[in-house]
């Protein structure tokens, strides 16, 4: 049974497994120690406030064959902004997770993931409990310690060298608040994913008490590496890179996608996968999780195989101590939250930033922004404006042409660690897999 994943493929038939477990403990609140401190530098001086018991679950998703176990397992946060749990780091990296033996546990940590949960299934979650978003943050922090604590019983005996925190969204967004309040109380985790972080971080103990916008605290001693789409784009992100701060800006992307919203449920990580991911920017989809938004096609650009990058530069980071190179940053003439104003080319993409070949070979124009609707989650789905026959053919005389192009932006983004070697490969053997049958150019020749 698909427990949380919500990928639609075994875990078996990719040589993994996923396995429920409820976590039950004490957890502490906390609170700032002075009036108004939680400011923008994060480097915020909390005290405990209170205790109270929670029962909760995670989801384990490990290789079946210990061997293939490189050493680390990541904590994600699971994202409540549906109202229910879901894992979008999970969905976003799961083929490089996969293909290089990494445990990811899916951690329901708030109070409204819980509730959801036990309406789906009340007499299986009949146990769960959970006192509140405030005892968050430390319900976060033992399952962390139960990794390396537990690790019989949690990862079926591996043993973990590493363990990193992921969120994306919403998540990151309580990530940034434990980060600058909670991390250096007793550090569990020895790096942090942010993906698509907005500006402020979550309250710690009431509403409001962090005020403003937020940087992540310089002084934490472990590396933090912030991943923004062209939606999240904000000043407060662009804090200087130090030895422990990288920020990944990535051109092309939205805040969610139509990898995000059902392409990427089904791919194993093959040709196909890739040639799903390609055949979409010729015909995007103009829905997802059934919204329509004023009847443009959503995003089908490249996040999931650049966070997939970002999150192996974390990981041999922390292993090495070998910060990433800084990336540039995106374009943009203002920062409106969620629709910054993003510089564009004469092709109609993102000036900036992480390139990869969707913009620098481009089949569409791809942008974070522009979409709107009836549903408020429609802002965060960014659009995909197919180019029309002539249009491409001025760009690629024939297949061949844009094939050749395809290879070298896609060669130089692996040389940049911005694609992973082995996508790179089956983002090239899509194109001469579809040849004209998605690009509506000559046959290959």
Known sequence: MALGSALKFSMSSVGYTEKEFILTGSAA???????????????????KNGSAAYTTRAIVYRPIDEAEFNGTVIVEWMNVTSGSDSSPVWIYTHNELIREGYVL?????????????????SERYREL???????????????GQAVRTQADVLLGGLCPERVIAAGESQSAYRLVTYLNAIHLLKPVYDGYLLQSR?????????????????QVRADLGVPVLVFQTETDINPVTRQADTATYRLWEVAGTAHFDAYGGGL????????????????????PPATVFGFICCNKAINAGPMTFVLSAALHALNQWIKTGRAPSSVGQLQ????????????????????GGIRTPFVEVP???????????SQEFCMFFGTTEP???????????????????????TTLAVEQGVIRPADAKRLIAAVEKLEDDIYGLPPLR
């Open 105 to 121: 546990i899916s951690l329901s940590v708030q109070a409204a993931g819980i509730a959801s949960t036990q309406r789906m299934d």
């Open 332 to 351: 943009a003439t203002n920062f409106a939250l969620y629709n910054p104003c993003i510089l564009r080319d004469e092709l109609g993409n993102a000036r």
């Open 29 to 47: 609140s906390y609170a700032s120690q002075e009036s108004n401190s939680l400011g923008v530098d994060g480097k915020w001086a909390v005290e």
């Open 129 to 143: 409990l959970h006192p509140g978003d405030n005892y968050s943050y430390d319900i976060f922090s033992q399952v």
């Open 264 to 283: 990427g449920l089904l791919d194993v990580g093959d040709v196909e996968g890739a040639a799903s991911v390609l055949y979409a920017l010729r015909n």
């Open 387 to 409: 180019y029309t026959p002539a249009r491409l053919y001025a760009l690629y005389p024939n297949s061949k042409s844009f094939l050749e192009k395809w290879s070298k932006a």
């Open 363 to 373: 089949l569409a124009a791809l942008a974070g922004t522009g979409n709107s609707g």
């Open 198 to 214: 907005p500006a402020k971080g979550a309250p710690l103990a009431i509403l409001g008490d962090v005020a403003g916008a937020t």
